[in-house]
């Protein structure tokens, strides 16, 4: 294959390195005069083809060459290419339909936009890179190839692709995703998998341009779910336009089928709105994790800050008899906890990476009532439980293995599939204001109940990233108003648990339950049968006692408090939340800090009380982005706009 490569000198382009091949052999040479008038007479040379010479169009990427010259279609391509191409196109275009791909998969290559890497010289393989993905960048030494030679290379693979597709059963179409319901009947589909437009990562239309004026058929700009400035699309017609996407999508798909999102942006704005399309939809996250793809690209292995794995999203259209059970139960506990075991069926019960059991996130207590909260507030349902009494139903109707709940006949499987590994993986927590603060402490208390000197060198470790419009907030605060400490009196059971590890606290404590002998028969307290025997005999008052030894263990340690008597802490801690969103709805200067957790608590109380009107002012307070990225915030004032707008 021959190739000329040139350097770019503002809107020249200089022949500066020529390859070629002739009888099997390699030569290579500088261009001389005699190569120069050739290159300059192919250039001047009349064209009877159509050629496209369309404008680029308005966008962020479309004309970033404007300033080298390259305006148009045709300012793409070197001039012997260009007549190549376009005397293949003539060729094509009499043929039958479909017949054109072979010519779009090899415009990128035959472009500018080929890169020649000098510095690779010697390695053929390496010297031709292509052109950069994701972007129209002509690089400072471009590459031209002979495109006759690449047409027989790489078009007829495409012919053949093209009649292997002809005698399957697959059906391909272009459109809007929105507009599903014009080409598919409804619940006709078994299974989804959609790797959306991500925000403003790639501006496919402006790629593709370059392409599709070759085809002369265009992408419809005004569908296209892309945030993009020069064309004045934000991140709220990004969001609208997914939503619709999706709801074709779901009503596209059977009832109890799966969709797989793949996902692929580093900005949380991104990923709310993606997550918020898909809930508004109706659809329901079953399951987060990474897909590892092995190769990265370009851009991943060369940039600090690139997000370096996709993230897959999976979730699932609720099917019908849930949906009819639902309806009867709708704003009842006994409808919350229909709908919990419906969710809970669906997400996978045991996971492994590298041989250790991984934590599944969605059978957290606290995700699970994310999710029963959604669901009812999509549906504009009353949520009928608290957050403490969410959490004493859960421990009071499903079994839990460590802090993930299951259904009883899946934890069965998980306590046989956990025996197979030796380690338990944890979930990174990344600590970034109240709500995340307030997980860690449950993870570290989860542990073991702690006093504060414990807590404080990890907490002051974990908070590096806290955000900067969140209200910072105090440890001791923290624990005081979400977890209780032991100050004298009967030991409560949550610290017994612990004390009752260690084989002196647990001979202590069969002592003053009057278990003395049975335990000293075992040995160093290994006996885990042993010890919940123990914990059996202490009543949910606690353990009383007047052993030193015990009693000084147990001071001043910090531990959760049973779901069943929570209640109260829980009110308390939400009248001064809501005491303090007071001050922002009353306030008439924009909020740059705040306590988020109180916007949350404001946001679902006035919901509740379905003053809309409040919600949607105290958010046009708050920075669009703090909004966009706070996923609870988001729904209930999504969901608020649309109900206020129907009143």
């Known amino acids: 294959m021959s190739v000329f490569v040139y350097t770019k000198l503002d809107a020249i382009t200089l022949p500066v390195f020529i390859s070629y091949e002739y009888n099997k052999k390699r030569y290579e040479k500088y261009p001389d005069q005699e190569d120069i008038a050739n290159i300059q007479a192919a250039r001047d040379q009349a064209n009877n083809h159509w050629l496209p010479i369309s404008r680029m169009p308005i966008g962020e990427e479309s004309r970033r060459n404007d300033d080298a010259g390259l305006t148009h279609t045709h300012h793409f391509f070197p001039s012997r290419t260009l007549h190549v191409l376009s005397s293949f196109h003539e060729k094509l275009r009499s043929l039958q339909p479909g017949m054109l791909g072979c010519l779009t998969s090899i415009i990128q290559r035959c472009s500018w936009q080929n890169r020649y890497m000098p510095q690779h010289r010697g390695n053929r393989s390496r010297e031709v890179v292509g052109p950069l993905s994701g972007t129209l960048y002509i690089p400072y030494f471009a590459l031209e190839i002979n495109p006759i030679q690449y047409i027989q290379d790489k ?19 272009t ?150 059970k639902f309806k009867l139960q709708a704003g009842t506990s006994d409808g919350c906890w229909e709908f919990i075991s419906s969710h809970l069926q669906q997400l996978p019960v045991f996971v492994t990476k590298h041989d250790q059991a991984e934590a599944i996130a969605e059978r957290q207590n606290f995700l699970l009532f994310d999710r029963m909260v959604a669901f009812h507030i999509q549906r504009g349902v009353t949520i009928p439980l608290s957050a403490s009494e969410f959490y004493a139903g859960l421990d009071e109707r499903f079994p839990h293995r460590d802090g993930m709940y299951f259904l009883p006949d899946q934890i069965a499987e998980y306590d046989r599939k956990r025996m197979t590994v030796k380690e338990m993986l944890q979930l990174d927590l990344f600590v970034n204001d109240e709500s995340t603060a307030v997980q860690w402490l449950r993870q570290q208390l989860t542990k073991k109940p702690q006093t504060f000197q414990d807590l404080h060198p990890g907490f002051l470790k974990a908070i590096g990233g806290w955000a900067k419009h969140e209200t910072t907030l105090e440890l001791s605060d923290l624990l005081e108003q979400n977890f209780l400490r032991y100050e004298g009196g009967n030991i409560p059971k949550q ?27 075992q040995e160093s307290g290994e006996d885990e049968g042993q010890t919940a025997k123990l914990l059996d005999l202490v009543p949910d008052t606690g353990l009383e006692t007047r052993d030193a030894g015990l009693l000084a263990a147990a001071r001043d340690r910090w531990y959760i408090p049973d779901p069943n008597k929570a209640g109260d802490l829980e009110k308390l801690r939400e009248k001064a939340l809501l005491k303090e969103f007071e001050e922002y709805r009353t306030t008439t200067k924009k909020l740059k800090v705040f306590r988020m957790e109180a916007m949350r608590a404001g946001f679902k109380h006035y919901f509740q009380q379905r003053d809309y009107k409040t919600i949607i002012q105290v958010a046009r307070k708050v920075p669009d982005t703090i909004l966009q990225e706070d996923p609870k915030l988001l729904m209930f004032y999504d969901n608020a706009v649309t109900r206020a707008g129907e009143e």
Not at 155 to 173: D, E, H, P, V
Not at 203 to 229: D, H, K, P
Not at 238 to 262: N, S
Not at 495 to 521: D, T
Request: proline fraction near 2%.
């Open 155 to 173: 078009g007829f693979n495409t012919l053949k692709q093209l009649n292997r597709i002809g005698r399957s059963n697959a059906y391909i179409s």
């Open 495 to 521: 610290i017994v648990s612990w004390l009752a590890k260690s084989s002196v606290h647990r001979a202590a404590i069969a002592k003053v339950l009057g278990q003395e002998s049975g335990v000293r028969s």
């Open 175 to 324: 459109q809007s995703a929105s507009s599903l319901a014009r080409y598919v009947e409804n619940e006709s589909v078994d299974y989804v998998f959609v790797d959306p437009p991500f925000g403003s990562n790639l501006q496919y239309s402006e790629l593709s341009f370059l392409m599709e004026s070759w085809l002369r058929l265009w992408t419809c700009q005004g569908e296209e779910a892309v945030i993009n400035g020069a064309r004045g699309t934000d991140l709220e017609d990004y969001t609208r336009l997914m939503r619709h996407a999706f709801e074709a999508m779901y009503k596209a798909l059977k009832r109890g089928r799966w969709v797989t999102v793949e996902f692929h942006n580093s900005q949380n704005i991104v990923w709310n709105s993606i997550q918020n399309a898909l809930l508004e939809a109706g659809f329901m996250v079953a399951d987060v994790r990474t897909l590892d793809k092995k190769k990265g690209t370009t851009k991943q292995l060369t940039l600090a800050n690139a997000v370096q794995q996709d993230l897959i999203i999976s979730a699932y259209k609720p099917d019908r008899e849930f949906e009819s």
